[in-house]
């Protein structure tokens, strides 16, 4: 069995690559790392690092312990804060983003009243674009978001959802659909859709820019924009037309752009989202104080 000071020692020089760098990170001399890795070697029986004068370099059984070791590491610091978390009340920072002015307002209500109920923890936000949402919680630099639904992919936490708007098509002013009250679903056969980046899940993509009717008819596919500003340009440009949740014609009134409602479509759906393995007692704190503001 590996003892936790070894783990470590391994872990942080396999991400720096520099003995120095390595023992600045554990606060112990670089002779200690150096004799740790070395013990290490001698009970596994072989190299885990290539070293030189000039450079360190995971050997390839290096790269396969650090492979299947960090993310049972990762998951015990978590579970470890977690239980910080429990025992201790809620202290800390939790970074939240959001995708789109109407979501940072209701994000601004919410965070208010999260930091009512508990003062000891910062809320710091930022604001992300819609491809960028999934890559931040991975990555860790947020810890929880608050942007459209539905966002189905493994080892992602979709909250309850806390808004369902009408769905509208955004249609240049001079389209004939500009001209009517109401469009359906078996309109968008006659029409190019606009689509959102591959990058995004299936589950989002299909809602926004379906392949078919809901008869089977094809639907045309166009560009893909990365912002909604980017999409409403396109739209005003003739490139093709949108689907979007009804605080569109508020946040984003344009006078290129006209807002249809559809008869017979889902609504636009809003929630926050998060990793599984990042539930963290805060995150679950923010997103029951979500809950709470909407509900009242």
């Known amino acids: 069995m590996l003892e936790r000071y070894e783990l470590e020692a391994f872990l942080t020089l396999a991400e720096e690559l520099h003995f120095g760098r390595t023992a600045e990170r554990l606060h112990v001399s670089t002779a200690r790392v150096s004799q740790t890795i070395a013990k290490l070697e001698r009970r596994i029986g072989v190299p885990l690092f290539h070293r030189s004068s000039r450079r360190v370099e995971l050997s390839p059984a290096g790269q396969q312990l650090y492979e299947e070791t960090r993310p049972a590491w990762d998951r015990i610091a978590d579970a470890f804060g977690r239980a910080v978390d429990t025992g201790r009340g809620l ?4 970074r939240v983003a959001f995708d ?35 890559p931040w919680l991975r990555s860790a630099e947020v ?7 539905p966002m189905q992919e493994d080892g992602i936490v979709m909250g309850p959802v806390l808004v369902r ?9 001079d389209h004939p659909f500009a001209r009517r009250t109401t469009v359906s679903m078996e309109d968008l056969a006659r029409v190019t859709v606009l689509r959102i980046p591959e990058t995004l ?68 759906e809003w929630g926050l989202v998060w990793l599984a393995e990042g539930a963290t007692a805060r995150v679950r704190a923010f997103s029951k104080a979500a809950l709470d503001v909407v509900s009242t």
């Open 201 to 268: 899940p299936d589950s989002l993509r299909d809602d926004r820019a379906p392949r078919q009717t809901p008869a089977g008819r094809p639907i045309a596919l166009g560009p893909s924009a990365m912002t909604c500003t980017e999409m409403l340009t396109l739209v005003g440009a003739g490139e093709g037309v949108a689907a979007v949740g009804a605080h569109a014609r508020r946040y984003f009134a344009r006078p290129d752009v006209a807002y249809v409602p559809f008869a017979d479509a889902t609504p636009v």
């Open 91 to 94: 202290t800390g920072l939790l």
């Open 165 to 173: 708007e009408a769905r509208m098509l955004a249609v240049p002013t």
């Open 100 to 134: 789109g002015p109407a979501a940072g307002q209701l994000l601004v209500g919410v965070t208010q009243a999260f930091r009512t109920r508990h003062p000891d923890c910062d809320v710091q936000i930022r604001e992300a674009r819609l491809p960028e949402v999934l």
């Open 143 to 149: 810890d929880i978001a608050l942007t459209c639904h």
